[in-house]
């Protein structure tokens, strides 16, 4: 920077002035600040300029799984709010393993974050030594899966209300469903969404039947698929009606049905009826498009940033840790 204000003849602190906040310098010093930025091609180094500031523009938004439509979207929305507001969002993803979350963190402690969005692991997956002491230092919201007493807020989405609205409707409509998930599922949300279908079954006077397929890690799609030509071929069903944990295993098992030549959807002729949970950005252009229960995306992520803007204001101190759940919302289409 030095060099550039030599060079341009615009005193140093003008110019990080200029950086800092361009609305700042007025209108002549601005227009000769941005003729000299393109002749001479100058980029500051915000890497370097964050190691002499106390508080940077960086957020961190840390995901179990990039790839995954819902944090997909989730991290879409929450780079938008940030980026409206004047910060810099650094997304990354753990794929799922330990190790890797454990390196985010020190990467984003690196960077001097003013602040974390975090969608952890999961108590039994990650590293909670590792994420409180991370959160100790840190001004940090969970979103998503919770770790009970990490963080400053927890905004998530309440997963009894997608099952207690699909297995209620399904059941009014038709034959009470099975449920069908991974035997060892990835996301820690999956085994909340199997208590509720236990519970919800339990208040109805109704026969669960919990169906496992077994595979692990993210390819939700692939693992349902499997899992679902097993089930066709054994014909290993109690009911003609299917929930499926989440979208994406719905997804594969309606790429099963397909493949054995088996008709799902909500008219007499059908064979079968297939749900879901979570309302992927996907999940309208399957055939058919798949009944769910939707995520609220915008309140959920639009709630994780501004909790998290609101601590960054006080410093990165909270009176008290907070959990809030916003339930989701039932979409019907051609599936069921």
Same mark, same amino acid.
């Given at each position: 920077?030095?060099?550039?204000?030599?060079? +341009?003849?615009?005193?140093?602190?003008?110019?990080?002035?200029?950086?800092?906040?361009?609305?700042?310098?007025?209108?002549?010093l601005k227009s000769k600040i941005e003729a000299?930025?393109?002749?001479?091609?100058?980029?500051? #180094?915000?890497?370097?300029?964050?190691? #002499?500031?106390?508080?940077?523009?960086?957020?961190?938004?840390?995901?179990?799984?990039?790839?995954?439509?819902?944090?997909?979207?989730?991290?879409?929305?929450?780079?938008?709010?940030?980026?409206?507001?004047?910060?810099?969002?650094?997304?990354?993803?753990?794929?799922?393993?330990?190790?890797?979350?454990?390196?985010?963190?020190?990467?984003?402690?690196? !960077?001097?974050?003013?602040?974390?969005?975090?969608?952890?692991?999961?108590?039994?997956?990650?590293?909670?030594?590792?994420?409180?002491?991370?959160?100790?230092?840190?001004?940090?919201?969970?979103?998503?899966?919770?770790?009970?007493?990490?963080?400053?807020?927890?905004?998530?989405?309440?997963?009894?209300?997608?099952?207690?609205?699909?297995?209620?409707?399904?059941? +009014?409509?038709?034959?009470?469903?099975?449920?069908?998930?991974?035997?060892?599922?990835?996301?820690?949300?999956? #085994?909340?969404?199997?208590?509720?279908? !236990?519970?919800?079954?339990?208040?109805?006077? !109704?026969?669960?039947?919990?169906? =496992?397929?077994? &595979?692990? &890690?993210?390819?939700?799609?692939?693992? &349902?698929?499997?899992?679902?030509?097993?089930?066709?071929?054994?014909?290993?069903?109690?009911?003609?009606?299917?929930?499926?944990?989440?979208?994406?295993?719905?997804?594969?098992?309606?790429?099963?049905?397909?493949?054995?030549?088996?008709?799902? &959807? =909500?008219?007499?002729?059908?064979?079968?009826?297939?749900?879901g949970c979570d309302d992927s950005p996907y999940?309208?252009?399957?055939?058919?498009?798949?009944?769910?229960?939707?995520?609220?995306?915008?309140?959920?992520?639009?709630?994780?940033?501004?909790? !998290?803007?609101?601590?960054? #204001?006080?410093?990165?101190?909270?009176?008290?840790?907070?959990?809030?759940?916003?339930?989701?919302?039932?979409?019907?289409?051609?599936?069921?």
């Amino acid at each position: 920077m030095e060099d550039f204000a030599q060079a +341009s003849g615009i005193s140093r602190p003008t110019i990080s002035k200029f950086f800092n906040d361009p609305s700042s310098v007025r209108e002549s010093l601005k227009s000769k600040i941005e003729a000299a930025l393109e002749k001479y091609d100058y980029y500051p #180094n915000f890497y370097a300029i964050n190691q #002499n500031r106390q508080l940077t523009k960086n957020i961190g938004i840390v995901v179990p799984y990039v790839s995954d439509p819902f944090f997909a979207e989730i991290a879409r929305n929450l780079e938008r709010r940030c980026i409206d507001v004047g910060y810099t969002p650094f997304l990354f993803s753990s794929h799922g393993e330990q190790a890797q979350e454990n390196a985010i963190l020190d990467t984003l402690r690196s !960077l001097k974050p003013a602040g974390v969005l975090m969608a952890p692991l999961g108590r039994r997956s990650s590293d909670k030594n590792k994420i409180e002491k991370f959160c100790k230092n840190v001004p940090t919201i969970l979103f998503d899966s919770n770790i009970e007493g990490l963080g400053a807020a927890f905004i998530g989405s309440d997963n009894y209300s997608f099952v207690s609205q699909t297995v209620e409707y399904l059941n +009014s409509t038709g034959s009470a469903p099975s449920f069908f998930e991974m035997r060892y599922p990835a996301n820690p949300n999956a #085994n909340k969404r199997r208590e509720a279908y !236990l519970k919800i079954m339990e208040s109805l006077k !109704l026969k669960p039947q919990v169906i =496992k397929i077994e &595979g692990t &890690g993210w390819e939700f799609e692939e693992i &349902g698929r499997q899992g679902a030509l097993k089930l066709l071929r054994e014909n290993g069903m109690d009911t003609n009606t299917i929930l499926c944990s989440n979208d994406r295993l719905a997804i594969g098992f309606l790429s099963a049905c397909s493949e054995m030549g088996v008709k799902v &959807g =909500k008219t007499k002729n059908c064979d079968l009826r297939v749900a879901g949970c979570d309302d992927s950005p996907y999940s309208r252009f399957t055939s058919p498009p798949l009944t769910t229960a939707a995520h609220d995306y915008h309140t959920v992520s639009d709630n994780a940033a501004l909790a !998290l803007f609101e601590l960054i #204001n006080n410093g990165g101190k909270s009176k008290k840790r907070t959990e809030t759940l916003y339930s989701a919302k039932l979409v019907l289409r051609d599936s069921a």
